[in-house]
């Protein structure tokens, strides 16, 4: 009786995580037609026992929709500025359309995510150029991608019960690839306002929050907040789908993140890159840059687990294993951000000052320069 309960346990769970994605994470109604269970059960497990299973709902934003194109970028500080680095991405943030960082190990060099206008790429690098000049970059690199997949946890591999991963590296093959949620490197002219971006933003923090709520902490009327979400947020694509993240269970340690560079891919070869991750069930995303044959994934999995996943990934890529450079990144050195919404005015639309991030990076040089004078 008690392996019949907890398999029919597991079940539910896994017909959730799958309702999630399609449906999203606030209709409770939707989804307990769904899958058959009492809608206060679905709001339960929807609120609370996933996030304890290690399972955050994110929302994926079309950026093509907003006006905003994706970048890769890779930083290199000068020896002795570490401590201003982070301060100096953090900086970005708000004022230079950057959405995630993170520190690589053992090199030191920083990778991060742009959402930037194309408009002005030739102005980030002018700035980056400069900061080069100025000694603070050693170098760089940006990417421009052509596209970004994420992917929903393999929730056929997880037990949601136990909170435990589930499954036999061998076994992958045999499975069929789950469901993506594609990004393309299409523009179009943004169609929104600034109350569509703060709504948007709400719910890439977290995307349980009820409507109710974004509206009460935006000091504005809940029939305007609602409505901007359904016509324009949702009816525009601009939330493209909910993504189901696998980023380990509250109170637990223990994880590995892990960047996969794969270079001078073919389009052959890049089918078969592309399955392999599509796969692994703790690919969090993957990317391509066309012009330069570059493939990017960024994985997210246990330390046990870790030995598995590369020896899985030399098996199944003879014709790259040459090309492929694993990295980790720092944990403790790794932050994720919302939209920018600081660069963006419903009279300006979207803004970027390569003067004013110089500024404020100086004012942070002699912040730094103050520091070391005092200690």
Not at 78 to 88: C, E, K, N, T
Not at 210 to 238: C, N, Q, T
Not at 274 to 299: C, H, N, S
Request: proline share 3%; charged share 25%.
């Amino acid at each position: 009786m008690r392996l019949r309960l907890a398999k029919r346990h597991r079940e539910e769970f896994v017909l959730l995580a799958r309702a999630i994605k399609v449906l999203g994470p606030r209709n409770y109604t939707a989804l307990a037609k769904f899958t058959g269970l009492p809608v206060e059960t679905v709001r339960y497990r929807v609120k609370h026992l996933l996030a304890k299973a290690g399972v955050r709902i994110q929302a994926h934003v079309d950026h093509g929709k907003l006006g905003l194109a994706r970048y890769w970028l890779r930083l290199r500080f000068a020896d002795g500025l570490d401590g201003l680095s982070v301060r100096f991405l953090e900086q970005l943030v708000v004022s230079g359309c950057l959405e995630h960082y993170g520190r690589l190990l053992p090199g030191g060099d920083y990778i991060a995510g742009l959402g930037l206008p194309p408009r002005f790429e030739r102005s980030y690098r002018i700035m980056l150029d400069r900061l080069v000049d100025m000694g603070v970059l050693e170098g760089y690199s940006m990417h421009k991608v052509s596209w970004i997949r994420y992917l929903s946890m393999r929730e056929d591999c997880y037990d949601f019960a136990r909170g435990v991963w589930s499954f036999a590296w061998d076994g992958l093959h045999g499975r069929a690839p789950e469901d993506v949620s594609i990004e393309e490197d299409v523009l179009s002219k943004p169609r929104l306002d600034e109350l569509d971006l703060q709504i948007t933003a709400w719910l890439q923090v977290d995307a349980l929050t009820p409507i109710s709520e974004i509206a009460r902490r935006l000091g504005v009327g809940y029939k305007r907040v609602l409505y901007h979400y359904r016509e324009h947020v949702l009816k525009r694509g601009i939330i493209k789908r909910y993504i189901l993240r696998w980023q380990g269970r509250a109170g637990r340690g223990n994880l590995a993140y892990m960047l996969v560079i794969v270079r001078d891919v073919s389009g052959r070869e890049l089918e078969e890159v592309k399955r392999t991750f599509q796969r692994i069930p703790f690919t969090f995303f993957d990317t391509y840059v066309a012009g330069e044959r570059l493939y990017i994934a960024y994985v997210i999995l246990p330390v046990s687990y870790l030995q598995g996943c590369l020896s899985y990934i030399w098996r199944s890529l003879p014709p790259v294993r040459s090309r492929v450079v694993t990295e980790l990144i720092d944990t403790g050195c790794s932050r994720a951000f919302a939209i920018p919404l600081e660069l963006y005015s419903d009279g300006e639309g979207w803004t970027f000052s390569v003067s004013s991030n110089l500024r404020k990076l100086f004012k942070l040089l002699k912040v730094s320069e103050k520091i070391g004078e005092v200690r």
